[in-house]
Nanobody
Framework: QVQLVESGGGLVQAGSSLRLSCVAS????????MGWFRQAPGKEREFVAS????????TYADSVKGRFTISRDNPKNTVYLQMNSLKPEDTAVYYC?????????????????????WGQGTQVTVSS
């Protein structure tokens, strides 16, 4: 069982930056690919970014590529999402997810169904 706790959300103006953090419980953090998803009101939860257990492979949604950076610190059981140049359309609840992979080099998946554990979410609101 893995528990995930996100933090770092808030209300910011367009063009600002935020860094989200997600801390995982357990001693096998590096076996899990980690992902960030977001859900805006009235919309489905969508993929934002993912990272392999080793941290060497990252994947991004086209909508955030070049603005967001996912990273992880395995000794601290933490994954981060650095969000720069925020836009009003980035407003959503952001969720962290963990998916057990067969190898720690395996890329993080983009599908929600590939993740085993989810955090409770943190709200990000970007005003224009």
């Amino acid at each position: 069982q893995v528990q995930l706790v996100e933090s770092g959300g808030g209300l910011v103006q367009a063009g600002s930056s935020l860094r989200l953090s997600c801390v995982a419980s357990g001693r096998t953090f590096s076996r899990y690919a980690m992902g960030w998803f977001r859900q805006a009101p009235g919309k489905e939860r969508e993929f934002v970014a993912s990272i392999s257990g080793s941290g060497t492979s990252t994947t991004y949604a086209d909508s955030v590529k070049g603005r967001f950076t996912i990273s992880r610190d395995n000794p601290k059981n933490t994954v981060y999402l650095q969000m720069n140049s925020l836009k009003p359309e980035d407003t959503a609840v952001y969720y962290c997810a963990a998916g057990l992979r067969s190898t720690w080099f395996a890329p993080g998946p983009t599908s929600r169904d590939s993740y085993d554990y989810w955090g409770q979410g943190t709200q990000v609101t970007v005003s224009s």
